[in-house]
């Protein structure tokens, strides 16, 4: 929602983080939080001084929201099977792995079809219809 809002409004000048928290009702401490990790992850640039903030470091149309959601939450890991496939108590595979596998692969494949151009248009023509 943070990442969208910017896109919206950033018109190519820092957003604050304060008012992307009183816009999306998100607390202005944990916007701080996401905002580090999407830093460290190269996603957005820390602007100081009067009229800083954060802006976006590439076009909205290039920014997945598989970029953004593994970039705070991690990976898309479905299942609590380690990398090893070392799943049950024995060491070996679980009898579901390929079923959380798969669900893995396809949540990632459908967020990284979406930019977040596509959210902020989508959400500026559902504005407008209201």
């Not at 898309?76 to 049950?88: G, I, L, V, Y």
């Not at 079923?99 to 504005?127: M, N, T």
Request: proline share 2%; aromatic share 8%.
């Amino acid at each position: 929602m943070a990442v969208v809002d910017m896109g919206i409004h950033s018109d190519g000048h820092p957003v604050s983080l304060y008012k992307i928290s009183l816009r999306q009702n998100i607390a202005l401490n944990y916007l701080e939080q996401i905002f580090m990790k999407l830093k460290r992850a190269g996603i957005v640039s820390s602007v100081r001084g009067p009229g800083g903030g954060y802006v976006l470091n590439g076009p909205l149309e290039s920014l997945k929201l598989s970029s953004v959601i593994s970039a705070v939450e991690g990976s898309f890991k479905m299942t609590r099977c380690s990398k090893n496939f070392k799943c049950t108590s024995t060491g070996g595979r679980c009898s579901t792995h390929a079923v959380w596998a798969g669900l893995g692969k396809a949540v990632f494949g459908y967020f990284d079809s979406i930019s977040v151009q596509d959210v902020a248009r989508s959400f500026s023509v559902e504005e407008t219809q209201i």
